[in-house]
Structure formats: C-alpha cells, structure tokens
C-alpha cells in the first residue's frame, strides 16, 4: 500500500481566486493521478502526471484551469484556478504503484468549497 | 469505449442480511475491475480487485466479488451486513496499456438498517 497525504484537507474559497492542493507520497510513484467529485457525484479523472514530463489531461479539462506539478517522485500539485462555485468538489489524488494491475491508492481528498 | 455501470444508486438492506452491489462493465480488452469503499468524509479504500486470476475474489471486511465473463459483471456482495458497512461503494475498470488510468461507476450508497 501507499501513505498519501493531502494538504489542505478543506478549504472555503472566494470566487475568481486559486487554490494549490498538494500530494505528498511516503514513497517514489512513477504515476499520479487527481479526481474531482462533484458532490454526490462519482470520480472523475482529471488529468495523469508522471515525473518529468507535463500532465496528461482528460477531455473536459485543461492546463489553464487546472495546472499540474510534479516537481519529483513523491510530490505533486493541482491549481484550481479562477474558481467559480461551480469547482467545489472534493480533489483526490492517487498512485499506481503495482506492476501492472493498475491498482491505485488514494488520498484523503480537499474538500473545497467556492463562494 | 470502456465504462462501468452500477445498477441501483442506493441499496437498502437490514443488518445481517445479504448485501448484493451491482455491477456491469463495457470492455473491449481484458478489464481490471476494482471495488471502493468510501466512508463519510473519507478518501477511497479498495475493497478487492479482479485481475486475470480467480474469478472469486475476496476481499476485506467479508466482501467477495464474482468475475462472470459472459455477463460481464462483477458484483460486489457479502453474506451479512454490518451497519459499519454503510457507505457509498464504487466500481471501478482499467485494463492494460491504458497508461494506469481507471473509469469508475456512478457509485451505490448502502444503507444498514437495524
């Protein structure tokens, strides 16, 4: 298994502002990912990030809105910027670190709120 | 193109009854199928996954998920619900050479009532 911890694990946030959540990982992953899930909603992926190169994003979503770092193997950041109500969600990451099965670990999440 | 479906978004069963999660998959490769659990307030904890081994899996707190090809399903159950078994359940599909990325179901909250 994986220890992922998340920072913030909620925040409340002005509308047109931006917010950094990160990803911390207890041990190097080759493979992060982030979700959104709307409320009552099921996950959504977000984009793939992997070390050294840019993030892979999924249609509906784009590098403006939601930048991605991965700055080294245990680290990672998602932007939600320019919030509007609309992105309040909880923001989970998760690491793939099995040989080939494709399991995954997640975080805690960010509960973010945008008023 | 890939994707998961839970039939039923909320299930309802008595404390010690049979708990039964459904669901169906859409796969034109050999899929990897998972069950979450989320707890309120909490991140996703896995349950179980199906891999290419077994086709029963067992997993943690007592739950066990079949594999049928045929149907393709993989539903989710357990012989007798607790009522810390109430949460929202989530099914999930990947396959190989997809880059990791896993596609999840609408999600199914159960309810345990005493």
């Known amino acids: 298994s994986a220890v992922i911890s998340q920072k913030p694990s909620r925040d409340i946030c002005q509308r047109g502002t931006s917010l950094t959540i990160q990803c911390q990982v207890d041990s190097q992953v080759t493979m992060m990912f982030w979700y959104r899930q709307q409320p009552g909603q099921s996950l959504t992926l977000i984009a793939t990030a992997n070390q050294g190169s840019e993030a892979t994003y999924e249609s509906g979503f784009v590098i403006d809105k939601f930048p991605i770092s991965r700055p080294n193997l245990t680290f990672s950041t998602l932007t939600v910027s320019n919030m509007s109500p609309e992105d309040s969600s909880i923001y989970l990451c998760s690491v793939d670190r099995t040989s080939g099965t494709n399991e995954q670990f997640f975080g805690p999440g960010t509960r973010l709120t945008v008023l | 193109a890939q994707s998961v479906t839970q039939l039923g978004s909320h299930v309802s069963v008595s404390e010690g009854a049979l708990v039964l999660l459904r669901c169906n998959y859409s796969?034109?490769?050999?899929?990897?199928l998972f069950w979450y659990v989320q707890y309120p307030n909490q991140g996703l904890q896995l349950l179980l996954k199906?891999?290419?081994?077994?086709?029963l899996v067992k997993g943690i707190n007592g739950f066990e998920a079949e594999f049928k090809k045929s149907e393709t399903s993989f539903h989710l159950t357990k012989p007798s619900a607790h009522m810390s078994d109430a949460a929202e359940y989530f099914c999930a599909v990947s396959w190989s050479g997809n880059t990791g990325k896993l596609i999840f179901g609408q999600g199914t909250t159960l309810q345990v009532k005493p």
């Open positions: 796969s034109s490769v050999p899929p990897y």
């Open positions: 199906y891999t290419s081994a077994a086709t």
